[in-house]
């Protein structure tokens, strides 16, 4: 027997198809165009069901990718910061240097000579010490969850298409693939 009714859609936005492209695409800590990091401290303080759908999710990932010649990956954690409030060694560590022109102005350069216009208004990305606790003292997720109230949503919010700014993909006048933008 057919109804005149239509056929109810379930509420709330319609299922993506890349549903993980559309989670990290949002900014989050530890994420950028090309990685998510999660600090292994963290993780561990996470309850046991969660670190056990964890590690089969990455077992899966990586019998899926392990044939691939793996590079060793070496993560700095960093901060961004004006060009003009750096210290000589964070301006060495960016590929910039700092003159005193016959005008007695400050002028930055890169390695290369090229002058850095604007440079008071510039953004670099620099290492800093981790604020992330070590495991031996990261606090529990049950710390956390006495901490914070506020409830995790149902499933990731979707956003179309990527966004831009510093840090995640590319985008014109963005950050160089050193962390720079001017």
Not at 112 to 138: F, K, M, W, Y
Request: aromatic letters at 8%; glycine letters at 8%.
């Amino acid at each position: 027997m057919f109804t005149p009714d239509p056929i109810p859609r379930p509420a709330g936005p319609p299922s993506s198809s890349t549903p993980l492209r559309d989670y990290l695409g949002q900014p989050h800590p530890g994420v950028t165009s090309g990685y998510a990091v999660l600090p292994r401290s963290l993780v561990e303080s996470m309850p046991l069901p969660w670190q056990q759908q964890m590690t089969h999710l990455l077992a899966e990932f990586h019998h899926a990718f392990g044939h691939l010649n793996w590079p060793v990956y070496r993560v700095q954690p960093s901060r961004y910061e004006k060009l003009v409030d750096l210290d000589e060694d964070q301006l060495a560590e960016v590929g910039c240097i700092v003159e005193i022109d016959a005008d007695g102005e400050l002028v930055y350069r890169e390695r290369n000579g090229r002058r850095i216009e604007h440079a008071e208004e510039a953004t670099v990305l620099v290492s800093c010490l981790d604020p992330i606790p070590a495991t031996q003292t990261a606090p529990s997720y049950a710390a956390y969850q006495q901490q914070y109230t506020q409830p995790m949503p149902s499933a990731p919010p979707s956003m179309p298409g990527p966004i831009g700014g510093p840090g995640f993909g590319p985008n014109p006048g963005g950050p160089s693939p050193h962390g720079r933008q001017w």
